[in-house]
Each structure stands twice: as C-alpha cells, then as structure tokens.
Nanobody, 124 residues
Framework: QVETVESGGGEVHAGGSLRLSCVAS????????MAWFRQAPGKEREFVAA????????AYGDSVKSRFTISRDKTNNTVYLQMDSLNADDTALYYC?????????????????WGQGTQVTVSS
C-alpha cells in the first residue's frame, strides 16, 4: 500500500510562484513513476507533469510547459512541482499520483495511488 500526501498549495496573485510537495509512503514507491494532475471545478482531470523513477525522464502538459518543473528526491520519497508565472487558468485542485510502472504518463489509468489534493488558487 502506498499513500501520498500533498502540500504547498495556497492563494497567489497572477505571475507568482508556488512549490507543491508530495510525500509518498510505502517501500515500493521509490521505483515508480510519479505525476501531478489537476482538476478545476466543472472540468476533467488534466495531466500536469510526470517524472520517471530515476528522474531521467519528464513530461509536461502543453498548458504548463516552460512554466512548471517537476523533480523528485528519492532519499525522502518526495516529488515537487515548481510552478512559476501562474495565471488564473492554473487554479485547480492538484493531485499527486504514483504510477503502476517505472515511468509516468499523461493517462490517469496508468496511476495506482492518488492523494487527496492540495488547492491552488491564482487571483488576477
């Protein structure tokens, strides 16, 4: 069993930055891909970013490329999402997910464990 706990959300003005953290518990999480997804009210869950188990491969959703950066620290089973140049469209509940395999992907079905989410609100 793997559990994930997200933190770092909050309210920020447009153009600002936030850094989200996700701590994954469970001895098998360190060799799994991990990702961030987000969901805004009335919208479908959207892929944000993914990172492989060895940090060598990353992927980003089109709407966040060049603004967000995903990274992980395997020593403490933590995945980070650095979010810069935030705008109102980034307002959503952000979820951390642990992949079924060693690499992440943009498809939610490829993820086995999900956190409860952390709210990000960007005011214009």
């Amino acid at each position: 069993q793997v559990e994930t706990v997200e933190s770092g959300g909050g309210e920020v003005h447009a153009g600002g930055s936030l850094r989200l953290s996700c701590v994954a518990s469970g001895r098998t999480s360190s060799n799994k891909g991990m990702a961030w997804f987000r969901q805004a009210p009335g919208k479908e869950r959207e892929f944000v970013a993914a990172i492989s188990w060895n940090e060598e491969a990353t992927a980003y959703g089109d709407s966040v490329k060049s603004r967000f950066t995903i990274s992980r620290d395997k020593t403490n089973n933590t995945v980070y999402l650095q979010m810069d140049s935030l705008n109102a469209d980034d307002t959503a509940l952000y979820y951390c997910a642990v992949a079924r395999g060693s690499y992440g992907s943009r498809w939610p079905d490829n993820y086995h464990y999900w956190g409860q989410g952390t709210q990000v609100t960007v005011s214009s």
